[in-house]
């Protein structure tokens, strides 16, 4: 009875809290890093697109003009934009007068009321879709962009 033993497993169980603490801290910063950067990588592309190269080129005279541009006309405009088996670039309502616009060889978008939006492909406004219509396309790149 008057023996007493240090327990080895004592520290060992602190340590392993202590790990476990730190794990939990950075599952926490790396999740809230990711929701974050959704949250302010809307529009990606366009800035990058809005660079400069170094030298003026006979390229670089004309404006870019995006694969495709949505604007919102109504108060909510629900929009889904993606590269087609690839990242999702927006899945969000957008507000009256907020527009996207990506530069991406290859898009597939939905709208779920076409007719809350103005599209324009490569330039070129598409046609309005009807009250509550829902669309789903794909716009490419044109070639002379």
Do not use: W
Request: with cysteine; aromatic share 4%; glycine share 8%.
């Amino acid at each position: 009875m008057g023996r007493h033993r240090s327990d080895p497993l004592g520290v060992a169980r602190l340590a392993l809290a202590g790990l476990a603490a730190v794990l939990l801290l950075a599952v926490i910063v790396v999740g809230a890093r990711a929701l974050l950067s959704t949250f302010g990588s809307e529009e990606p592309a366009s800035d990058t697109a809005s660079t400069s190269p170094a030298r003026p080129t006979a390229e670089s005279s004309k404006p870019r003009v995006p694969t495709v541009r949505v604007v919102c006309k109504a108060d909510l405009c629900p929009v889904f934009v993606r590269v087609p088996g690839g990242d999702v670039l927006i899945d969000r309502d957008l507000a009256r007068g907020e527009e996207a616009s990506y530069f991406q060889p290859e898009l597939d978008i939905v709208l779920d009321d076409a007719s809350t939006v103005q599209v324009f492909e490569n330039g070129t406004a598409r046609s309005p879709g009807s009250a509550g219509e829902r669309q789903a396309f794909s716009v490419k790149r044109s070639e002379d962009q």
